[in-house]
Every structure is written in C-alpha cells, then in structure tokens.
C-alpha cells in the first residue's frame, strides 16, 4: 500500500512512521495491495490532531483521531480506519454470496422420450406388471420468506448543531454511521445515507 505522511507542524519521528506503517499493513490484508492512504499530523492549542484518508478500489475512507500526544491520536485514527475496511470487507463478501436470479432453483425441465407412431400391437392389453402409465409432473412455484424487520430507536443519527455537506460527510465516518440526520445553517433538513454499493447520498427534505 502506498501511505503519504505530512506533518503540517512539528517533525514526524520514526516511531511514529514506524506505526503508521504497522497500522497500514493491517489495512492493507483487508483492502488489497492497490489501495493508498495518506496521514496528515498537525496540532491545534496542544491538542494532536492525525486525519487519515484511505482509498480502495471502490470506496474511500476517512478517520480522525485527537489525543493528547501524536501517538495516541495515530492509534485512535487507524482503529477507526480499520474499523471502517472491516465492515467494507465485510459487505463485499456477503455481495459476493447472494445468490443471482438466474441461479434461483426451479424445478428441472422433464425430459421424454419421442413417442413413435401406435402400432396395432400397442392396443393389445398388457401382461399385468408391464404396464405403462403416464406420470403427471407439477412443478411448484418458490415463494421467498417474508422477513419482519425489527425496529431499533436511536438519537446517535441526528446531528445537533448546523453543519455543512462536507462536514456531516466527515461527522458520518467519524460517527460510523450510515445514516445521518442534520441541518445547515440556514435551517434546511438533509438526510444523508450509505446506499448498498457504498456511495453516500443526500437528500434533501422538503
């Protein structure tokens, strides 16, 4: 994986590139060797601030991690971030599981032989045990079990102060949620959600 690290105050030391790097392995066993990931240290009235964007094939995360030292504020960033690849890896895997409509089981066409033309020696009556009868094939419809959600009631997806786009973008992964509830400064209401191939989307309610 290739990791840029910038320091926009201070000097980075080798234990903590030595951990950034530690980090990022983890990362990259759940990500693939093609994903990047750049870490910015800086600090804000002595308080360590290490903002950490990772970019997958087809998803991009991003951690932050406050604390009173750099190191501190590393770990809590890539725990984050790993958490995040987790659940992408995760979600990938059972993508891949489901099953595609044309591989639903039906019931298998039956074959029969052709029928030759009726000779008169078919009219004759049979010996008993060599009677032929014809067996009528029903095929039944496969009904897919209906699953009755089970509803949870939570405060954590509403955010209570104004913020922007970007803002509630980064209030979502840093929350680790997949549905945020929030308002502008203006007052208008959005909803933004993570839809199922992981793209964020906002919606604006009237």
């Avoid at 290739?2 to 950034?20: H, P």
């Avoid at 959600?149 to 913020?163: D, R, T, Y």
Wanted: charged letters at 30%.
């Amino acid at each position: 994986m290739d990791v840029a690290i910038t320091a926009r105050q201070g000097k980075i030391t080798k234990a903590l590139r030595d951990q950034a790097q530690e980090g990022m392995e983890r990362i990259e066993k759940m990500l693939g060797r093609n994903a990047r990931a750049s870490i910015t240290f800086s600090t804000q009235r002595h308080i360590h601030i290490v903002e950490l964007q990772v970019q997958a094939r087809a998803q991009k995360f991003a951690a932050t991690g406050k604390a009173d030292t750099a190191a501190a504020a590393l770990r809590e960033a890539i725990e984050h971030a790993e958490h995040q690849a987790s659940r992408y890896r995760d979600r990938r895997i059972e993508n891949k599981r489901l099953p595609k409509s044309e591989k639903v089981m039906t019931a298998p066409p039956v074959t029969r032989p052709k029928s030759r033309a009726r000779q008169p020696e078919d009219l004759e009556v049979k010996p008993a045990g060599k009677v032929r009868a014809s067996i009528a094939v029903h095929s039944f419809p496969v009904h897919s079990a209906i699953v009755e959600p089970h509803i949870l009631k939570s405060g954590e997806a509403i955010a209570l102060k104004p913020m922007t786009i970007e803002e509630a973008v980064k209030e979502a992964e840093f929350r680790d949620r997949d549905l945020l509830v929030f308002r502008n400064a203006g007052g208008e209401l959005f909803v933004l959600h993570r839809r199922r191939d992981g793209q964020m989307e906002l919606v604006e309610i009237p």
